[in-house]
C-alpha cells in the first residue's frame, strides 16, 4: 500500500528552538497538505500545496510557520520558534485533485514544546 | 456557524445495535462529502465517499441531503472494533477538505 511518510513520529524540544516536520507524499499526487490537531481545535488546515506551488497558507501564523515543498517528494513545515501552544499533533496529507477523492494522511509528528 | 459541525458523543452503544451520526455543513456550494475514521492517536482514515444518491459499504451506509445541508452515517450490527472517532469531512473549495470536530462512538461487549 502507498503511504505518506512523516518524520520525526515524535519530537520534544524547548520553547525558542527551531522545529522542522517532514513529509514525503505517495508518488503520483499532486496535492499536499499540512493539518494540525489539538483536543480543542480539532483539525485545522494549515497549509497546501499543488504541483508544489503554495496555494493557501492562511491557516499558518506567518510570523513563526514556513511550508515549503522542494520537491515533488518532500513537503517541509517550519516552526521558528517554536512556543508551548505549538503543541499538537502535525499532519501531512496527499491527494489528487478531482471531486469525490479523499486524501491520505501520513502517520503524524507528535510535538511537544516544554 | 461553523463550517462542519457534529454531535461530538459519546456515542455508548452495545454490539449488534445500530447507531447512526449526523453531520451539518455551512457552505451551500460544496461538492465533496467523506466520512473518516480516526482511531485513538492514530490519523484519519477514509472511510468512505458520500455520494448524492446515498451509498452503502457493507455496515455502513452513507447519506447526504444537499437542501438541508446534513450528510449521515450509519453503522449496522455494531462491532467492537468499530470504536473510533468519525469524522464528517466537506470538500470547501479549491478541493481543500474541512474537517467536523468528529463524533466518538465507543461499542462495548
Known amino acids: 500500500d502507498a503511504r505518506v511518510t512523516q518524520t520525526p513520529r515524535h519530537k520534544v524540544t524547548e520553547m525558542g528552538q527551531e522545529v522542522t516536520m517532514r513529509c514525503q507524499p505517495i508518488?503520483?499526487?499532486?496535492?499536499v497538505f499540512w493539518y494540525r490537531q489539538t483536543m480543542m481545535q480539532g483539525l485545522e488546515l494549515l497549509a497546501y500545496?499543488?504541483?508544489?506551488?503554495?496555494?493557501?497558507d492562511s491557516g499558518m501564523p506567518k510570523d513563526r510557520f514556513s511550508a515549503e515543498m522542494p520537491d515533488a517528494t518532500l513537503a517541509t513545515l517550519k516552526i521558528q520558534p517554536s512556543e508551548p501552544r505549538d503543541s499538537a499533533v502535525y499532519f501531512c496529507?496527499?491527494?489528487?485533485?478531482?471531486?469525490?477523492?479523499?486524501?491520505?494522511f501520513g502517520s503524524g509528528t507528535r510535538l511537544t514544546v516544554v | 456557524r461553523k463550517e462542519v459541525e457534529q454531535d461530538p458523543g459519546p456515542f455508548n452503544v452495545p454490539e449488534g445495535a445500530t447507531v447512526a451520526f449526523n453531520c451539518t455543513y455551512s457552505?451551500?456550494?460544496?461538492?465533496?462529502f467523506f466520512w473518516y475514521r480516526q482511531d485513538c492517536r492514530k490519523e484519519p482514515k477514509l472511510l468512505m465517499s458520500?455520494?448524492?444518491s446515498g451509498n452503502e459499504d457493507g455496515r455502513f451506509t452513507a447519506q447526504l441531503n444537499r437542501a438541508s445541508q446534513y450528510i449521515s452515517l450509519l453503522i449496522r450490527d455494531s462491532k467492537l472494533s468499530d470504536s473510533a472517532t468519525y469524522l464528517c469531512?466537506?470538500?470547501?473549495?479549491?478541493?481543500?477538505?474541512?474537517f467536523g470536530k468528529g463524533t466518538m462512538l465507543l461499542v462495548s461487549p
Open positions: 496529507a496527499s491527494g489528487t485533485v478531482g471531486a469525490g477523492y479523499g486524501y491520505t
Open positions: 508518488l503520483g499526487h499532486n496535492t
Open positions: 500545496f499543488r504541483n508544489r506551488a503554495p496555494l493557501d
Open positions: 457552505n451551500s456550494a460544496s461538492q465533496s
Open positions: 458520500v455520494y448524492s
Open positions: 469531512v466537506v470538500n470547501s473549495g479549491y478541493s481543500t477538505l474541512t
